[in-house]
């Protein structure tokens, strides 16, 4: 009787019951998360930006005040 040899792929997907990740699907995580850490960061710098104008930060003052 012969045994079938399993490729590790096939073994680690029926240990965890899902499939492997394909070398697109693993391209396409990683072009969402750059995306989205590009936005992220985008949104800090406009933040910063938009509170460092002096007109921004002297109606915060008189909000405070």
């Known amino acids: 009787m012969q ?3 399993k490729p590790a792929s096939q073994i ?3 240990i965890t019951g899902e499939p492997s ?3 697109w699907g693993f391209a ?3 072009a969402m ?3 989205a850490i590009v936005l992220l ?3 800090f710098a406009a933040l ?3 509170l460092s104008d002096d007109q921004t930060l002297s109606a ?3 909000t405070v005040d």
Do not use: P
């Open 21 to 23: 990740l394909t070398r």
């Open 60 to 62: 915060l003052e008189a």
């Open 41 to 43: 960061t985008l949104t």
């Open 48 to 50: 910063e930006i938009s």
């Open 3 to 5: 045994r079938s040899i």
């Open 28 to 30: 396409v995580h990683t």
């Open 33 to 35: 998360a750059l995306v």
């Open 12 to 14: 680690s997907r029926t």
